[in-house]
């Protein structure tokens, strides 16, 4: 087992959106002198969910890259065999030379993750930052996170994290190679 | 002008003025990323600085106003007509005596800032460009402990320790107003087993973390310290030993006695959190460790002296000053000053100018020493504002009665000539204070400019300055405002500006620490021996004429003010029956405390990486009953404005309170533009209803009571 993936702390995590301009950033992908809101691909992005009713209510936020299947639907998808999981690391990555810009990993991709680039017509996704991991640094989005939410490493290590910690993986949101782990509850000293 | 490579510097997407790495490539900044020789943190903010650098609206060229204010329509001019205008218009009226009715709205970065300078020189005032967000805090440290007069202090949750509580009161301190830190820092010291507990009539990010959200009415905040510090001491939970040691003779028993009927269930009816609720506060924080404070739009609701006041009481009888996990009590760097050092103006509570003018008696209590913005209307319209200087602050959109502010400065006397003389705006792109702006002067990003920047809020992090350096070229002919204002120094006052530029005004006043920029760049951009202190009084005393805590103000008898009032503030009092609802303007972590740049950014206004745009926010509850569903376009109606905007409806809200996330309803920039509604067209003027205004500590809301129709 050589897969590399990221853990993703539901307690920690407070929707700022940090990682999704940093590593927007870091892979090139803003035209800073022309991009518009809504027009700006990311390979990252934040999602919520509010539980209850005032006031007692809560709210959890998590973050959604590229899950590194471990049988990837885009790699069965793409006929021009541009996609690949690579051996050593377990990154699904995207052959810029191969892609011939079907869209068909698009939509293959369950997690609705994979960018496309018009004027390219190129498909374009999270690599986790293979380019930084190669070099033994971590991915752009852990090393930014505010409050250390995204922990990276290799997926077994990061599970066996979890359990010493004490704490649950939610396997709905991913059973993949992202490791998202269960907020507790919040907000219990309300109403008591 | 740097090699490639990460480059320390310092952000300035907003007030907080992070510590970050800077990544130049073949000349162009590419990322950005939390320095982590000072906590390692930068926000979405900070990360979004790389699209500001580079955007299409940045101003490259000085521009002067042709037609009327307001219209918008310049024409380019060099920079030597600039600054004949500039040295023009304020030898004009400093020629005539009148140098006090200048105001320089920017950022002061302490007392570091060059513009500050200009303008002791000039014998003008600053204000900081802001409603004056916590100044009732910093009035109530100053006399109870002898604070710093310097903007706030959060507590340092990094000293936070285990079983300890973090009470955010109105403060958004996950949405980066404070250091990027912030919140790593909280979530640290919840993981120590520290609580978290958010009193807020919004669920905020950090109420989403908490232990405990406390759905306060809005201005509550001073009856339900109130309360608690009733419930502490009625039940002997005090910290009996620092009030027999610190605090000044007779003060408790007079706090005492004023609280005595100032029952849970008395401030219950105030405030609407359950006595029990109270009580259980109150004894969580006489029993814990260590309890810190932080509050901020709590005091921007209304009646922010009582509420600074309360807070502080509450502070000093629970023992949390100057302890691990409390309140710091900062001191000051030893920065060198720039001699010979210009007088500054008089004091203002000598003189008959603008916030004082007509509203002198009113006023005579205030003591803090920068204008309000709010007041500067009322200014303009006595006569007693002739000259306003605008730097990287927007008063047209962003503060509270921007109408007023907006028709004020278009007015004329019986001779049709302007009756503010001169607007000058200085900012790194077009805002809607630009639009009336008679010269608009092209600014600097804090990737193209020097600075030396010392916070007392960075306090948290020890004694420190940090250096703000290019490393980027600035487009076309851009000029940092610091510069502007040293030209401007040496022809108007030579004598006060005998040094070359920035560089050299910074070298002077490092030389307090023995170094010099080029020292300072050496190092990493940082000077911090990271030492903070606790308990510093037990050597010195505190900073009072007594050297005790002060928790009585006698100077403040005549107003009925010398312990705080348990009331709301007057304005959600009036005309409950007609307004039903309180607007409640929140901020969130994309645009909180910037300027135009931030709103006129692509990737703040994404909705992948931002905030696209701000819908009013119900509760569904409350939206029931007035027949409105989740998406409806309703009508908002204050006492002087209306507003048309969809309504998005949320379990994130008490449901007498409607929210407005600031900072949208520009009118100028390729992105804001059209974005969004402005929470300020709901909000009076300040300065024209005095009597709703809390004229001691200073603050303007930014809420007031509305009703909403569809």
């Known amino acids: ?192 | 002008m740097v090699q490639d490579g990460w480059h320390p510097t310092v952000c300035y997407q907003c007030k907080a003025e992070c510590a970050i790495l800077a990544k130049v490539q073949d000349g162009r900044v590419t990322e950005v990323k939390g320095n982590p020789k000072y906590g390692g943190k930068a926000c979405v903010k900070g990360m979004a600085g790389v699209t500001l650098q580079y955007a299409k609206d940045r101003l490259t060229k000085p521009l002067k106003r042709v037609g009327e204010r307001g219209e918008g329509r310049f024409e380019e001019i060099s920079w030597n007509e600039a600054f004949d205008i500039i040295e023009e218009k304020l030898r004009s009226l400093y020629d005539r005596g009148e140098g006090h009715k200048l105001t320089y709205s920017f950022f002061p970065h302490s007392l570091t800032d060059p513009k500050w300078h200009f303008l002791n020189a000039y014998g003008g005032y600053i204000n900081t460009g802001l409603p004056h967000c916590d100044s009732g805090k910093i009035v109530s440290e100053i006399k109870c402990w002898g604070g710093i007069p310097n903007h706030h202090i959060p507590p340092a949750w990094f000293t936070m320790p285990k079983d300890g509580i973090i009470l955010l009161v109105g403060r958004h301190a996950f949405g980066c107003l404070d250091d990027a830190c912030v919140p790593r820092d909280i979530m640290e010291a919840m993981d120590r087993g520290a609580k978290l507990i958010v009193v807020d009539p919004i669920f905020s990010p950090d109420a989403a973390k908490a232990d405990w959200w406390i759905p306060i009415r809005p201005s509550g905040d001073t009856a339900l310290f109130l309360g608690m510090i009733h419930h502490i001491i009625e039940n002997d939970l005090y910290d009996k030993k620092f009030v027999e040691e610190w605090v000044r003779e007779g003060d408790f028993d007079k706090v005492k006695a004023h609280v005595k009927d100032m029952t849970p269930e008395a401030m219950s009816a105030i405030c609407d959190v359950p006595a029990d609720d109270i009580r259980r506060l109150a004894v969580m924080c006489a029993e814990a460790p260590a309890v810190g404070v932080d509050g901020f739009k709590s005091i921007m609701l209304g009646q922010a002296l009582d509420f600074g006041h309360a807070w502080s009481i509450f502070l000093a009888i629970t023992g949390n000053l100057d302890n691990p996990g409390g309140q710091p009590i900062p001191e000051l760097t030893p920065l060198s000053p720039v001699e010979p050092q210009p007088p500054g103006p008089p004091p203002l509570n000598e003189m008959g100018f603008h916030r004082t003018g007509p509203n002198r008696d009113a006023f005579r209590n205030y003591s803090f020493i920068m204008e309000p913005t709010w007041y500067e209307a009322q200014a303009i319209k006595d006569g007693s504002l002739k000259i306003l200087l605008v730097t990287e602050a927007n008063p047209a959109l962003t503060e509270m009665g921007s109408k007023e502010w907006q028709k004020a400065v278009c007015m004329k006397d019986a001779n049709g000539e302007y009756m503010l003389e001169f607007l000058l705006n200085t900012d790194i792109m077009l805002s809607e204070t630009a639009k009336y702006a008679d010269l608009v002067l092209p600014d600097q990003t804090h990737f193209e400019r020097y600075e030396l920047l010392y916070m007392p809020w960075w306090y948290n992090f020890g004694h420190g300055v940090l250096l703000r350096q290019p490393l980027v070229k600035a487009p076309g002919e851009a000029m940092h405002s610091n510069l502007v204002f040293i030209e401007i120094g040496k022809r108007m006052f030579p004598e006060y500006f005998q040094f070359k530029d920035d560089v050299e005004y910074y070298d002077i006043q490092l030389k307090g620490l023995g170094l010099s920029v080029e020292k300072l760049k050496a190092m990493g951009g940082k000077w911090s021996p990271g030492t903070m202190g606790f308990r510093k009084y037990r050597d010195g005393g505190f900073g009072t004429p007594s050297g005790t805590v002060h928790l009585y103000w006698e100077d403040l008898e005549e107003v009925g003010q010398q312990l705080p009032r348990a009331i709301l503030a007057p304005e959600y009092d009036a005309d409950v029956e007609e307004y039903p609802f309180i607007m409640i303007s929140y901020r969130r972590i994309h645009i909180n405390g910037t300027g135009p740049w931030s709103s006129n950014n692509a990737q703040l206004r994404d909705p992948a990486s931002g905030q696209s745009t701000n819908p009013a926010i119900l509760n569904p509850a409350a939206a029931a009953k007035l027949g409105i569903g989740d998406g409806d376009t309703v009508t908002i109606k204050s006492r002087t404005g209306e507003l048309r905007m969809p309504v998005r409806l949320t379990e994130h809200i008490r449901p007498d309170c409607v929210g407005i996330m600031h900072g949208f309803g520009a009118t100028v920039g390729r992105v804001a533009a059209g974005a969004g509604h402005c929470d300020n067209e709901l909000i009076p003027d300040a300065g024209s209803h005095l009597e709703w205004q809390d004229l001691i500590g200073g603050e303007a809301h930014v809420s007031t009571r509305v009703r909403i129709t569809r």
């Open chain 1, 1 to 192: 087992m050589h897969q590399l993936g990221l853990m993703i702390d539901m307690n920690k995590c407070i929707g700022c959106k940090t990682c999704v301009v940093a590593c927007r950033n870091h892979h090139g992908i803003v035209d800073h002198e022309n991009c518009m809101p809504g027009e700006i691909p990311f390979y990252i992005r934040v999602e919520s969910l509010t539980e209850g009713t005032y006031p007692l209510v809560s709210e959890h936020c998590w973050v959604v890259p590229c899950q590194h299947c471990k049988n990837a639907q885009c790699v069965k998808a793409c006929a021009s065999e541009a996609i690949v999981k690579d051996p050593q690391t377990g990154i699904v990555r995207i052959d810029a030379d191969k892609c011939a810009g079907s869209k068909a990993c698009i939509e293959a991709c369950p997690y609705n993750v994979i960018q496309f680039d018009a004027v390219r017509n190129k498909a374009h996704k999270c690599d986790l930052c293979h380019d930084r991991v190669v070099a033994g640094e971590i991915p752009v989005c852990a090393e930014v996170c505010m409050t250390d939410a995204i922990s990276f490493g290799e997926v077994e290590m990061l599970r066996q994290t979890a359990l010493d910690q004490g704490r649950e993986i939610d396997r709905k949101k991913s059973a993949m190679s992202i490791v998202y782990l269960k907020p507790t509850p919040k907000n219990t000293l309300a109403g008591v």
